[in-house]
């Protein structure tokens, strides 16, 4: 399957429903990297979410430029980057703001692990 094991890049409001429409009809847990090319924590932030892209191939993880998707960030109040949103069925379960990779583990590794249990 396309995707699996990388961070999946949206660069249009079309790519971005198809991906998200996917992870509905999957039940697969969706982690979306709110980031911008100009923000230094998101880059600091981005190898440890191509590392869990890499290893936990059952979550599907996007990202979106805020500056070139504007309109799908202000739909989903992102409001500082990086923010790290945690959704099931199309629906935020928890969010990262901020380049905190400890959070982002722990958050990750429970909402994965209650997606593989549910």
């Excluded at 191509?50 to 309109?71: Q, Y």
């Excluded at 109040?77 to 959704?87: D, G, L, R, S, W």
């Amino acid at each position: 399957m396309a995707g699996e094991g990388q961070v999946i890049s949206c660069h249009t409001v079309d790519s971005w429903n198809q991906q998200l429409q996917k992870g509905i009809e999957t039940k697969k847990m969706v982690v979306v990297d709110f980031s911008a090319t100009w923000c230094g924590p998101c880059r600091l932030i981005s190898p440890v979410l191509d590392d869990l892209a890499r290893r936990l191939t059952d979550v599907i993880f996007l990202k979106v430029d805020v500056d070139e998707l504007r309109s799908v960030a202000e739909d989903w109040a992102v409001e500082a980057m990086p923010t790290i949103i945690f959704m099931k069925e199309g629906t935020i379960v928890d969010k990262v703001v901020g380049a905190n990779k400890d959070e982002l583990q722990m958050k990750i590794t429970r909402h994965a692990t209650a997606t593989v249990t549910a």
